[in-house]
């Protein structure tokens, strides 16, 4: 039987904490097989994408997503997540994929900009304030005190909702760079394919996680603020081939460090108070399994969700 999981469903179940403590495990592991982003464009405005295999040590299953991404609908991504059992293939479940994309993304994001910001930073800021940007704040108000609220979006009144939603004490600005002077953490969560901020818009100390740039020609960050600032990604290969650093003609020699180093301590994050940092993720397949794993367990312990039997 295969247990199928709205998103609903998804949101009733996940354990922010519980999952925060399951990404810092799958960044620090061996997981010992490369991970894969297959994509391609279609013959109309989106792109599809497959990621495989999603594994972490210690798990017995692995997952494989599949994503239709289309900028101008809404939900923007649409898919599902399978989750098989690693021992015989079985499809345990199927999870609602925009859902575990959001969360998974959002939290490994607040995890890494946690890590590589300042202690001292309480005030974030938000460019792009759709429903990655509410995972990020979520996630972060789970690892330290956020005081203030900065946020823009290209629709003002989406911007305005996100600050009031959150309860946080915030303002909304009209631009990125009014975001980057106000805000000692700047989330970047866009579809933009041009910087929205570069060297010019960066004061010392400041921390940048941009989550836009996940596939070849999306670019949130400009190529002099990535060479002046110490650059940690989730993958090298991927960032330099079609995330964040190589979308803007730079290699690898301009990363410093992948947070698996820096949650290791093999590597350093920040150095030194005044160091710009940067995280700079595309996101791995094992991530999704940091959430459809705990999910599904607790589906199973209590009940939720409905089972279909594919093979009757």
Sequence with gaps: MTLLLRRSDILGLLDVPAVLRTLRAGFTADVGIEPHRVRTDLPGPGTATTLLPGTIPGIPAYTVKVNAKFPQSSPALRGVVCLHDATDGTLLAILDSATITAWRTGLAAALA?????????????????????????????????????????????????????????????????????????????????????????????????????????????????????????????????????????????AIGATLGEVLSNTRPGREFASQVTVYAPVGLPWQDLAIAWPVYQAAQATGVGRSIDFLS
């Design 113 to 253: 900009t946690d890590v590589l910001a300042a202690k001292t930073a309480r005030t974030v800021g938000m460019v792009g304030t759709g429903a990655q940007a509410a995972m990020v704040v979520r996630g972060l108000q789970a690892l330290r005190e956020v005081e203030h609220l900065v946020g823009y979006d290209v629709d003002p009144a989406r911007a305005k909702a996100f600050v009031a939603e959150t309860g946080i004490p915030g303002a909304v600005v009209d631009s990125a760079t009014g975001v980057a002077a106000r805000a000692e953490i700047v989330v970047l969560a866009t579809w933009s394919r041009e910087p929205l901020l570069t060297a010019a818009d960066v004061r010392p100390g400041r921390h940048f996680t941009t989550l836009g740039a996940d596939e070849p020609g999306k670019i949130e960050v400009g190529a002099d603020l990535l060479a002046g600032a110490r650059v940690v990604v989730d993958d090298v290969r991927l960032a330099a081939t079609m995330g964040a650093v190589g979308n803007v003609g730079l290699d690898a020699t």
